[in-house]
């Protein structure tokens, strides 16, 4: 007697609905698109603090404090993808469907927290030292 084997091609490449590959896509579409508003909301953040403070910040504007400027845009970028961190094992949890209706206030809340460090660093810790 033989057994009885389902004829179905197996393709290693596509992957089943509700995979972790697909929840990771599906992450990546909501947070990546935001990720623009983000860096948008914190160079508004350090725009303000040049126009205000223009006389002040105004020697600070040269080649060598470059570097530091984008150091610290790749922590705050670092930082903003520790939503992953959340976001995944929750897409993968049987809380999915409330959850990706919801994860908008972990943008919002995570945005105005990046907000209020970006504001308390150049004022504690920019703003004093440059001359």
């Known amino acids: 007697m033989e057994a009885a084997y389902p004829a179905q091609p197996q393709d290693f490449n596509t992957a089943p609905n509700g995979s972790f590959r697909n929840r990771f896509a599906d992450s990546a579409r909501f947070w990546e698109f935001r990720r623009l508003f983000y860096n ?3 160079a508004i953040v350090v ?3 040049i126009a ?8 600070a504007f040269v080649l060598s404090t470059l570097f ?8 705050a970028n670092l930082f ?5 961190l959340l976001d995944i094992p929750m897409l993968l949890s049987p809380f999915s469907a409330e ?9 919002t ?11 308390y660093w150049i004022a504690d ?3 004093p030292f440059v001359r």
């Open 40 to 42: 948008l909301a914190l």
């Open 47 to 49: 725009l303000v603090w």
């Open 52 to 59: 205000i403070s223009w006389p002040h910040f105004r020697p």
């Open 68 to 75: 530091p400027l984008l150091a610290l845009a790749l922590i």
């Open 80 to 84: 903003y993808s520790a939503a992953y």
């Open 99 to 107: 959850w990706k209706r919801r994860r908008w206030i972990l943008w």
């Open 109 to 119: 809340v995570g945005t105005l927290f990046a907000i209020l460090l970006a504001n």
């Open 125 to 127: 810790e920019i703003y």
